[in-house]
């Protein structure tokens, strides 16, 4: 008979069973979710080093508080697993799989979940909210918020503080795990943290303001001034004085993976009925060594794209840096994810990660860039939203020369909705002074690196955080050109009744269409863009690779339908060059104005409707005289 690798998990399908739990079998279940976390995780893929650390935390809230009468926000997501699993959500066999658990906190998936997360810093501006609320309606419910250390680097955190008031059931939890501190003054400091955390210290503090109130005249401002000494020891060792200057009650810092520890101190500040900020300190990875020595390997497991352009991108940026002593580069708490590393190391005085603050990112490039500096802004796609502002106002209203890369931009297998580089195309199109490029394989990539150096305007540069596709660098590119506009299957132009325009890693599903409609005996051409925008540009391009006379154009993108490169270039295309498009068929197939939900690779572009099966559907339907279709996405 097979061991029971879970005894005490396995019992637990409630949190009043959580909370009957004794403190010996708590701990060990601490033990038995590490485990689990590891054993699931390392398979599906995930999250993995940031919930080993925050295992204790997720149980204690569970133990401490009445969930989802009270809720718990963590902030990003990253280290709600422990919480979904306590909440009934114990099938990690599809976590980020097609139909499975998102890898983040969703509100349709489990009442547990308060908010949707995905992205830093947000966590705490919906917690105020949701507290704001319950005071309002004279609810009793506590809103806990989870979140990082790096959070705070993002500037929503700041500006919800500041909004923050101090009679709200509202509890934050500073999950501390990678700050350091020199050996002396944080033996000190936790010397201090012990002495204000204990049970000991809380029993007399409350004796001594009960002892100094009841004498006459002279107690009240001895307590002032013990109070104030207690600030100056504070502000001089750990920094509490800071949050309960803008009205959270300051508790810690504490070992956040000792779940007695936890428990006593989220009750202590239960029991303030006041708002509280809890410092916690974890260990990231904890219980699995080689995510303890490695929590940087281990943050995203099955994430890992061996060559990509990622990769490629900080190679040749090094090799440029080596030459140039003006190119910087700017990562908003990404340098591994982005491919800095290796310049951060051979140029970390040109090196800036900024943290969680992408509009901060932006601008600060556009302050390098307005001295002489040559900066290369790399953001993911799905997190460069949060600067649209610094782009448009900053950057290109002034026509500064920032260099932003936009990583990771296409669908987001496995992180899902939050995560996809869906929109940049079509919401960046709209700011005047952008050029937008799209090198959809390494030699392209460098080439525009190469010559963005010298470039006198805003330059984007947008790929995906994958590998290099072989059969495009083969069918669209040789080794004796340098054009950024390339084609295939044109060596009888006249013959082509249906012609497919791409950009990007999709171009491989442009050219699967075609095979098939060859097959059908339909001849079809496939032109691969890589420049997007000036569209006059790409639209006088188009026009001069085009056959004479194509029955129909399908436009093939891996974003947004709307405002996106096919509805720009078909409408330059109109515009410019009316008789060449007069009497033609056209249509685009893009996503659809819909999030796309979460799925794995061999079925993300099928959910989103993008696949060479579309192309080749719309494409016969527009060969039959039909007019184009307006809808195929779900």
């Given amino acids: 008979m097979e061991e029971n690798k879970y005894p005490i998990l396995d019992k637990i399908h409630t949190d009043a069973e959580l909370k009957a739990l004794s403190d010996a079998d708590a701990k060990a279940l601490c033990a ?9 995780v390392t398979k599906s893929g995930g999250h993995l080093a940031s919930n080993l650390g925050a295992v204790e935390i997720s149980v204690a809230v569970h133990r401490v508080f009445d969930l989802p009468h009270d809720r718990v926000i963590f902030d990003v997501g990253h280290q709600s697993y422990v919480h979904k699993i306590l909440s009934g959500r114990r099938d990690f066999d599809t976590l980020r799989k097609p139909g499975g658990l998102s890898g983040f906190e969703k509100m349709d998936e489990s009442v547990f979940d308060a908010f949707g997360t995905g992205h830093a810093s947000t966590s705490v501006s919906a917690a105020l909210g949701y507290a704001e609320a319950d005071k309002l309606a004279g609810r009793d419910n506590y809103t806990i918020v989870v979140l990082g250390d790096g959070a705070f680097t993002g500037g929503m955190v700041h500006e919800a503080l500041n909004n923050l008031k101090k009679d709200l059931h509202l509890i934050i939890i500073l999950n501390e795990n990678e700050m ?15 002495m204000r955390t204990s049970k000991k210290y809380f029993r007399f503090k409350r004796a001594t303001t009960r002892f100094f109130s009841r004498i006459p005249l002279i107690g009240a401002p001895i307590l002032k001034g013990l109070r104030t000494c207690k600030r100056y020891v504070k502000n001089a060792f750990y920094g509490g004085v800071y949050f309960e200057d803008i009205g959270l009650k300051y508790l810690g810092p504490a070992d956040g993976n000792d779940l007695a520890t936890v428990e006593y101190l989220l009750t202590e500040a239960k029991r303030r009925n006041t708002s509280v900020i809890l410092h916690l300190r974890t260990v990231k990875g904890k219980g699995y060594a080689p995510a303890e020595e490695n929590p940087s390997a281990y943050h995203l497991v099955g994430g890992n794209y061996a060559g990509n352009f990622s990769e490629h991108f900080g190679k040749t940026l090094c090799e440029m840096a080596a030459h140039d002593s003006s190119i910087c580069a700017i990562t908003a708490a990404m340098q591994d994810g982005v491919g800095l590393s290796g310049f951060a190391k051979a140029y970390p005085e040109r090196f800036f990660d900024v943290g969680i603050a992408e509009p901060h990112a932006l601008t600060f490039g556009a302050g390098l860039a307005a001295a002489g500096m040559k900066p290369y802004v790399a953001i993911y796609s799905t997190f460069l939203q949060r600067g649209y502002d610094n782009i448009l106002h900053d950057i290109a209203l002034q026509k500064l020369p920032v260099r932003i890369i936009v990583d990771r931009a296409a669908l987001a297998a496995g992180d899902g909705a939050t995560h996809h580089g869906i929109f940049d195309v079509s919401f960046l199109s709209a700011i005047p002074n952008l050029c937008i490029f799209a090198p959809a394989t390494f030699a392209s990539l460098d080439r525009f690196l190469r010559a963005s150096a010298s470039a006198g305007m805003p330059i984007v540069i947008r790929y995906p955080n994958m590998s290099e596709d072989k059969r495009i660098a083969e069918t669209f ?11 295939a299957d044109f060596a009888d132009p006249t013959a082509n009744r249906a012609v497919i325009i791409t950009y990007g890693r999709i171009a491989t599903e442009a050219l699967d269409a075609a095979d098939k409609l060859r097959a059908q ?20 391009r188009v026009a001069g690779l085009l056959p004479k006379s194509p029955a129909a154009i399908v436009f093939l993108e891996e974003g947004i339908r709307n405002g996106g490169a096919g509805m720009l270039t078909f409408d330059m295309l109109r515009k410019r060059h009316e008789k060449l498009m007069r009497n033609k068929n056209t249509d685009i197939v893009a996503i659809d104005d819909n999030f796309v939900i979460p799925t794995q690779n061999e079925s993300i572009r099928r959910t989103a409707g993008i696949t060479a099966n579309d192309v080749l559907r719309k494409t ?15």
């Fill in 521 to 540: 005996g339909i001849p079809c051409g496939v032109i691969l863009l890589e420049t997007l925008k000036p569209y006059e540009v790409v639209a006088d």
């Fill in 180 to 194: 350091s501190i020199s050996k002396n003054a944080g033996a000190f400091a936790n010397h201090i943290a012990h």
């Fill in 477 to 487: 590119f040789r080794a004796d050109t340098r054009e950024t506009i390339a084609h």
């Fill in 32 to 40: 038995e979710l590490r485990c689990f976390l590891v054993d699931k």
């Fill in 620 to 634: 016969v339907h527009l060969l039959a005289g039909l007019a184009p279709e307006s809808r195929t996405n779900p």
